[in-house]
C-alpha cells in the first residue's frame, strides 16, 4: 500500500484508480476493481475497463456518474449492529441494510468485514476502504470476540480441542479460544475469541460440536469493544486512539487526520478518565493526593478524637473572639 514515486522511472507517478476509489469511502478495492470491469468508471469523461492505471488527484474520476467526493480525513466508527440487518449497500431481496439504519449526520461509509443477518454488536465502519482492507486482513493480528447462546450440551474439554484449530466440511479454521461461561436450561453461554472471521465461522465451528447458535453478539474486534453502547448507536473512534492502535500502519493514514472534519464526524467517543493512556497514568498532582489523617484533626480526614473538653474549649474562644482582634481591645481599653 505504498504510492508510487515520481523520481523512479520504471513507477507510474500517483495511485492505481481502484485504490484511490476506495479511499474515498465509495467501495472496497476489490469491488472498485469490480466498478471498472463494469465499465462503471470514467476518467476525464473517458470510460476504462482496468484498473492498471494510475491517478495522480488531478484527474476527474466519476463512479456511475457521480463525480469521486474529496478525500476526506481518515476516520473510523463503532456501530452497535441489531440482528436482522444485512451488512451491505444493497439487499436483492430487499432485506434492510445497515446503511439504512445509519443517522443523518454520517458520511457515505464502509463496513470492516461484515456480520451475519441474524448476528449483533459491534461493527466497524469507516470512510476508507484502504482502512477497511487493512483490518480486515488475519495478518493484522486482531481478536474478534464474541459472546454466544447455542442449544445444547458440550463440556470445557471439548472446547479446548479448539485452541489447536478445526475442520468442518472440508474447510480449515484457525486456532479459537472457547470458554463455558454457564449452563441456561437447554442452552450454554460461551465466550469464543478468533483472529480469522471467516464466513459463518463460528455458526459451522460450534455445529460440528453438536451445538446450535440461537444468538450471537460480536463484543470487541481487536481493542475496539461494544462496551454500554445501545442496539443502533454509533460513536467515532477519536483519531489519535486509531492511529496508536494501527501502530506502524499509522503512517499511509496519519497524514489525513491532521484536521478534524467541521461536520458529518458524528458523536465520538470521550476518552474516560479513569482509564490510562498508552503511556502509563502520569504523576498525580499534589493537590490531589490524599492527606494523611493526623490525630486530633476533624473533618474529611477522618474523625475529631480530641477529648470533649479541649474541644469545647476551642470553640468557645473562636466565638468569643470572632470579629476581634488584640488590638482593637486595647484600643476600646485606652
Avoid at 128 to 135: H, K, S, V, Y
Avoid at 265 to 273: N, V, Y
Wanted: glycine share 10%; hydrophobic share 30%.
Amino acid at each position: 500500500m505504498t504510492s508510487g514515486h515520481a523520481n523512479s522511472p520504471s513507477t507510474p507517478e500517483g495511485d492505481r484508480i481502484a485504490k484511490v476509489i476506495a479511499r474515498a469511502g465509495i467501495c472496497s478495492r476489490r469491488e472498485a476493481e469490480k466498478l471498472i470491469a463494469d465499465g462503471r468508471v470514467t476518467v476525464n469523461g473517458k470510460v476504462i475497463t482496468s484498473p492498471a492505471l494510475n491517478v495522480t488527484g488531478r484527474e476527474e474520476i466519476a463512479v456511475d456518474g457521480k463525480v469521486l467526493p474529496a478525500q476526506e480525513p481518515t476516520r473510523l466508527w463503532r456501530y452497535y449492529k441489531e440482528a436482522g440487518l444485512v451488512t451491505t449497500a444493497r439487499d436483492p431481496e430487499g432485506r434492510p441494510t445497515v446503511f439504512d439504519k445509519m443517522p443523518g449526520h454520517m458520511p457515505r461509509v464502509v463496513s470492516v468485514g461484515r456480520l451475519d443477518v441474524n448476528t449483533e454488536g459491534l461493527l466497524l465502519l469507516t470512510n476508507d476502504g484502504e482502512l477497511a482492507r487493512l483490518l480486515e486482513l488475519p495478518s493484522t493480528g486482531w481478536t474478534r470476540r464474541y459472546r454466544v447462546r447455542a442449544f445444547g450440551s458440550i463440556g470445557q474439554p471439548d472446547l479446548d480441542r479448539l485452541k489447536e484449530g478445526i475442520s468442518v466440511e472440508g474447510v480449515r479454521y484457525g486456532p479459537i479460544e472457547a470458554t463455558l461461561d454457564k449452563v441456561q436450561g437447554s442452552n450454554v453461554w460461551l465466550t469464543l475469541g478468533l483472529k480469522e472471521g471467516k464466513n459463518r465461522e463460528v455458526k459451522r465451528v460450534l455445529g460440528a460440536l453438536g451445538l446450535k447458535v440461537n444468538r450471537l453478539i460480536r463484543l470487541s474486534f481487536g481493542p475496539f469493544q461494544i462496551g454500554d453502547m445501545q442496539p443502533g448507536e454509533v460513536k467515532q473512534v477519536p483519531n489519535r486512539v486509531l492511529m496508536d492502535q494501527l501502530g506502524a500502519h499509522a503512517a499511509q493514514f496519519e497524514r489525513k487526520t491532521e484536521a478534524s472534519p467541521a461536520r458529518g464526524s458524528g458523536k465520538q467517543d470521550q476518552p474516560r478518565k479513569d482509564r490510562p493512556s498508552p503511556k502509563g497514568p502520569g504523576p498525580t498532582p499534589k493537590d490531589k493526593r490524599p492527606r494523611p489523617h493526623r490525630a486530633g484533626a476533624s473533618g474529611k480526614n477522618g474523625p475529631d478524637t480530641r477529648p470533649d473538653s479541649k474541644r469545647d474549649n476551642k470553640r468557645d474562644s473562636k466565638r468569643d473572639n470572632k470579629g476581634k482582634t488584640p488590638n482593637a481591645d486595647r484600643r476600646r481599653r485606652s
